[in-house]
T-cell receptor, first 115, second 115 residues
Framework: DTGVSQNPRHKITKRGQNVTFRCDPISEHNRLYWYRQTLGQGPEFLTY????????KSRLLSDRFSAERPKGSFSTLEIQRTEQGDSAMYLC?????????????FGNGTRLTVT | EDKVVQSPLSLVVHEGDTVTLNCSYE??????LLWYKQEKKAPTFLFMLTSSGIEKKSGRLSSILDKKELFSILNITATQTGDSAVYLCAVSPKNSGGSNYKLTFGKGTLLTVNP
């Protein structure tokens, strides 16, 4: 069990640029989640996948954000035309779905700074 | 909308003290309440509680859930400097398969343990 892996660890970008983050979940986990965390706040749910299907998206996920999980394994989160308000830690988590009531396990996150 | 309120928001204690962290919640179709510890990076899983009155214990940490009053507590006895972290409480509703899926987090309690 190598845990949830996220890349890059840090990303600094200029306003208006596009960025893409990658998440590799724990290998046997079929559910994958994206969260955003800002300073002094708990993580906020953005979206989740069961296998390759994106089953729910938060209203926090504007149309500049898109997430994919093309083969039901790794996932990418893309932010287009970044804004300073997008600066945050982006956390990925995974869990077992179905009848297993497993907890979510988080990666170390990608810290995005938009200048 | 699901909601989690944690108290206190911050706490400073001396090594050896015992602390109690509080979490109250509102969730539609409750499935689980989870506690996480967050240092500089990933929230790490501590406990998952699904039934009232059953204490979960791991070393010096323990937690219990009251589903009637909609709250949980996390106790840490004989605190050590390594316990310094943000402790996050989260709740999950039940999805159609009956398992956890997305989590709603509180803002966390920042615990500082001084030597």
């Amino acid at each position: 069990d190598t845990g949830v892996s996220q890349n890059p660890r840090h990303k600094i970008t200029k306003r208006g640029q596009n960025v893409t983050f990658r998440c590799d979940p724990i290998s046997e986990h079929n559910r994958l989640y994206w969260y955003r965390q800002t300073l002094g706040q708990g993580p906020e749910f953005l979206t989740y996948f069961q296998n390759e299907a994106q089953l729910e998206k938060s209203r926090l996920l504007s149309d500049r954000f898109s997430a994919e999980r093309p083969k039901g394994s790794f996932s990418t989160l893309e932010i287009q035309r970044t804004e300073q308000g997008d600066s945050a830690m982006y956390l990925c988590a995974s869990s077992l779905g179905g009848t297993a009531n497993s907890p979510l396990h988080f990666g170390n996150g990608t810290r995005l700074t938009v200048t | 909308e699901d909601k989690v309120v944690q108290s206190p928001l911050s706490l400073v204690v001396h090594e050896g003290d015992t602390v109690t962290l509080n979490c109250s919640y509102e969730v539609t179709n409750f499935r689980s309440l989870l506690w996480y510890k967050q240092e500089k990076k990933a929230p790490t899983f501590l406990f998952m509680l699904t039934s009232s009155g059953i204490e979960k214990k791991s070393g010096r940490l323990s937690s219990i859930l009251d589903k009637k009053e909609l709250f949980s507590i996390l106790n840490i006895t004989a605190t050590q400097t390594g316990d310094s972290a943000v402790y996050l409480c989260a709740v999950s509703p039940k999805n159609s398969g009956g398992s956890n899926y997305k989590l709603t987090f509180g803002k966390g309690t920042l615990l500082t343990v001084n030597p």
